[in-house]
């Protein structure tokens, strides 16, 4: 069973969804996290024989004191809407806004901050941090600028920022491996569809395609969102990539006027479908699996 799913945080809450114990029916949990939650992301289970998946990872911003935490969740308890059964494992506090987070397949966590910074981590057994490659986003005589996206493939992994520039990491070394200025405008979101091909998107609705073995710094190919709002043409940002994770030629984009589209990579002319999905913007878009 694939489902696909767009959701905007609230402010000030964090919300998943279980399956009921005993059946197939999805029951909607929360809790009142008392901070202004930028990302949450499900941790992959250590082993395939673990049980305990219900694991994620929330991130804040504009707060005081902004923080990475680990929860618990009791995959085989029959929640209650206060969230009594989540349990806050651990905490790591970050001196920026945290603005992005991806998780590997292997547990490792990447979180982008708002002074253009990105920082890797380990969850097993605990929520550790690794090294963080500082400043990697800056902005004419600004000494930092927000970086906007990460993703990671194997050990490669790829940052967006405000300074429109595509950077290229490797997990084992803090020096970037390569940097390429791919918008005049911020980027906004990344995501790799194979392994060296890279997606982008920016503030003006374009989403480019980019082979990081060339060395000449342009897009394989570019794609615009569009809408028409009464009588003109709109360009909504995109804020949020992901590929499918089984059928790779298959992209989803949100934009800020809370649609969702759905391109086919092998014709990628016009979109599959796109569908409204909420009245304000969309800014997180993520598959998961689901095995019953």
Known sequence: MMLSEVERLNLNNVSSRMPQH????????????????????????????DNDVGVF??????????????????PMAQFEESGEKLNLKCSLNCEFDCVDM?????GRVFLCW???????????????????WQNLHRSGGQL????RGVDVMGEDVVTVGDDG????????????????????????????????????????????????????????GVLCLSRLRGEK??????NSLEKHPTRTHLLLSGG????VTLWDLRNAKFPVEFERTHTGPGWNLNYFLLFF
């Not at 059946?23 to 202004?36: C, L, P, T, V």
């Not at 043409?233 to 995109?238: C, L, R």
Request: glycine residues 8%.
């Open 22 to 49: 005993g059946g197939k029916s999805w029951k909607k949990i929360g809790f009142h996290s008392g901070k202004k939650t930028s990302k949450v992301r499900f941790v992959p289970s250590k082993t395939k024989h």
């Open 57 to 74: 990872l929330s991130a804040t911003y504009e707060e005081e004191k902004n923080e990475l935490c680990m929860w618990s969740v009791d």
């Open 102 to 106: 991806k998780i590997s397949d292997s």
């Open 114 to 132: 708002s002074d253009g910074s990105c920082g890797m981590f380990t969850v097993y057994p605990t929520l550790q941090p690794s090294f963080t």
């Open 144 to 147: 930092h600028c927000a970086c």
């Open 165 to 220: 520039k595509l950077i290229l990491l490797n997990s084992y070394n803090q020096t970037p491996v390569k940097s390429i200025d791919a918008s005049s405008v911020g980027l906004t979101s990344v995501c790799f569809s194979k392994h060296n091909e890279v997606v982008t998107g920016n503030s003006r609705g374009q989403i480019a395609f980019w082979d990081l073995r060339n060395e000449g710094g342009k897009p394989t």
């Open 233 to 238: 043409t709109v360009h909504p940002t995109a």
């Open 256 to 259: 800020s006027d809370g649609c």
